[in-house]
């Protein structure tokens, strides 16, 4: 079976763009799970979506959006970027049952320059 | 709120010697606690995982952990370290909500010398 599979990997972008990311969870998972990962605050939750909605939302301004499609690939969106969006951004998939297990992908590398 | 605390943001072993990582935990209800494993350039890999039950919790690699509810704990550990198992690790807990919002400590990097 396939793993969570995420592009682009590398992404370079200027001050106020905007970028799109894309997660393909594995198949037969319904939920799609967004991290931000920086050297300075860690691995922080963004969102959760789980059947085209949002479930689970983290403390991050609303220039972070996301939405997930019928087949359960998702999407996440950054407007405006900042110096500080750069980051290392990871998706995770499960079946979407509570607490359970996530499977993540490799990552985005967003440089922000 | 849940949080999660990672004592120790770098450990050093020999290879063939004990490896103890910490993790204490925050949670004003029973937690769901779960140990990631992170290589250069690579996402997340699920190391082991406690839901309820059993104590002692096996997970893959060789390593295991072990929840102690009088201590927070839920120290991870592998009797014999192999140079393979140089990587960064995380410990995270599902926060008061469930579902899969993870609340993941800082990390602790692993070094592992011949």
Known sequence: KAGVTQTPRYLIKTRGQQVTLSCSPISGHRSVSWYQQTPGQGLQFLFEYFSETQRNKGNFPGRFSGRQFSNSRSEMNVSTLELGDSALYLCASSLGQENGEQYFGPGTRLTVT | ?114
């Open chain 2, 1 to 114: 709120a849940q949080s999660v605390t990672q004592l120790g943001s770098h450990v050093s072993v020999s290879e063939g010697a004990l490896v103890l990582l910490r993790c204490n935990y925050s949670s004003s209800v029973p937690p769901y606690l779960f140990w990631y494993v992170q290589y250069p350039n690579q996402g997340l890999q699920l190391l082991l995982k406690y839901t309820t039950g059993a104590t002692l919790v096996k997970g893959i690699n060789g390593f295991e952990a072990e929840f102690k509810k009088s201590e927070t704990s839920f120290h991870l550990t592998k009797p014999s370290a192999h140079m393979s198992d140089a990587a960064e690790y995380f410990c995270a807990v599902i926060s008061g909500g469930g579902y899969n919002k993870l609340i993941f400590g800082a990390g602790t990097r692993l070094a592992v010398h011949p």
